[in-house]
T-cell receptor
Framework: KAGVTQTPRYLIKTRGQQVTLSCSPI?????VSWYQQTPGQGLQFLFE???????NKGNFPGRFSGRQFSNSRSEMNVSTLELGDSALYLC?????????????FGEGSRLTVL | AQKITQTQPGMFVQEKEAVTLDCTYD???????LFWYKQPSSGEMIFLIY??????QNATEGRYSLNFQKARKSANLVISASQLGDSAMYFC?????????????????FGQGTILTVHP
């Protein structure tokens, strides 16, 4: 069964630009979460979507936004990029239901902001 | 206070030996889940093992086992018979049941990780 797919895998942007990252969850999974990973801050939760609704949000500025489509695919957008937004962005999917332990991650999108 | 603490920045182990990676957690939520993930240099987070706070037995998955000591709030990962391919960063993470009124299952809090190096 196909895993979590993230595109693009690598991208380079300049300050002030915006970027959109895409995540396709495992078939049957309705929850998609996004994480930012940096050497200094480690792994930090951005937000979670379930059935097209944002269910939870981390402590990130409003420049970070996301959405989920009816087929459970999700996108996250970062506007007005800053140097500090350079990071590995990881997407994770799960069934999103109680007593379901597993949360599966994709390979990530590595963003470099120049 | 840190919710997840991994005190070992780096660990070394000889191939075929067992190794324990430490993880302590802090929560007042009676319902929580504990995860271990492996992250090779490629960046993908690979799910290894999960332990629910109400699970009576320690979780095991192949060569991975989780030494869950609830009273001590520790959830150490034990890797038996280490292999060269086990060299990677290992993260301990926790999901708290009360997140978003108990409906958010996608939010994990991660530790800083432990880099494991397996020597031949």
């Amino acid at each position: 069964k196909a895993g979590v797919t993230q595109t693009p895998r690598y991208l380079i942007k300049t300050r002030g630009q915006q970027v959109t990252l895409s995540c396709s969850p495992i078939s049957g999974h309705r929850s998609v979460s996004w994480y930012q990973q940096t050497p200094g801050q480690g792994l930090q939760f951005l937000f979670e979507y379930f059935s097209e609704t944002q269910r939870n949000k981390g402590n990130f500025p409003g420049r970070f936004s996301g959405r989920q489509f009816s087929n459970s695919r999700s996108e996250m957008n970062v506007s007005t990029l800053e140097l500090g937004d350079s990071a590995l962005y990881l997407c994770a999917s799960s069934r999103g239901q109680r007593n379901t332990g597993e949360l599966f991650f994709g390979e990530g999108s590595r963003l470099t902001v120049l | 206070a840190q919710k997840i603490t991994q005190t070992q920045p780096g660990m070394f182990v000889q191939e075929k030996e067992a190794v324990t990676l430490d993880c302590t957690y802090d929560t007042s939520d009676p319902s929580y889940g504990l995860f271990w993930y492996k992250q090779p240099s490629s960046g993908e987070m690979i799910f290894l093992i999960y332990q629910g706070s109400y699970d009576q037995q320690n979780a095991t998955e192949g060569r991975y086992s989780l030494n869950f000591q609830k009273a001590r709030k520790s959830a150490n990962l034990v890797i038996s018979a280490s292999q060269l391919g086990d060299s990677a960063m290992y993260f301990c993470a926790m999901r708290e049941g009360r997140e978003a009124g108990g409906t958010s299952y996608g939010k994990l809090t991660f530790g800083q990780g432990t880099i494991l190096t397996v020597h031949p």
